[in-house]
């Protein structure tokens, strides 16, 4: 099951690769294009269903206690996403097309880079933590039991 946990954990880390990406395909394109689409769509739909995957399936693979903090780590990271427009907009920030950022605001919304980038990085240290916990197939004790027992004679 530790397995099926380090590909959730892959396609979520991947996802976040593309997030990435999508952001700045958004940022660079003429603002007709409406590619900024693609950002909002994984962060609103792809995203939650995998980190909630993500935590379900540390829970069946017995990752560990500290682990299953981690994940749920990524999820309130996840939601401070959505937090930090929810602030900014209590601030006064207005969304395009009519975009006004009074204040402070445009330094809360730089936490949303931020915020994607430390659950990027908490992606890759938890795949490496549980794939760091021992092997995933068969031990090799097991293996070495399972073996028949051959004697050569010595002559």
């Known amino acids: 099951m530790r397995k099926a946990f380090l590909v959730v954990n892959a396609l979520l880390t991947l996802s976040l690769i593309a997030q990435l990406y999508f952001a700045a395909l958004g940022v660079f394109s003429p603002p007709e294009d409406e590619l900024f689409r693609f950002?909002?769509?994984?962060?609103?739909?792809i995203l939650p269903v995998l980190i909630i995957v993500w935590i379900v399936f540390g829970f069946i693979a017995r990752i560990g206690r500290t682990s299953i903090i981690l994940t749920f780590v990524g999820l309130v990271l996840l939601a401070l996403q959505t937090g930090y427009f929810l602030i900014a907009g209590a601030m006064g920030a207005t969304p395009p097309p009519n975009e006004y950022t009074p204040g402070a605001t445009p330094y809360v919304l730089a936490l949303h880079g931020l915020g994607g980038t430390l659950l990027l990085l908490l992606t890759v240290w938890v795949f490496f933590r549980v794939r760091g916990m021992g092997p995933l197939g068969r031990s090799s004790a097991e293996t070495t039991a399972s073996e028949p027992v051959t004697s050569t004679p010595t002559t």
């Open 39 to 45: 950002h909002a769509m994984n962060g609103r739909f």
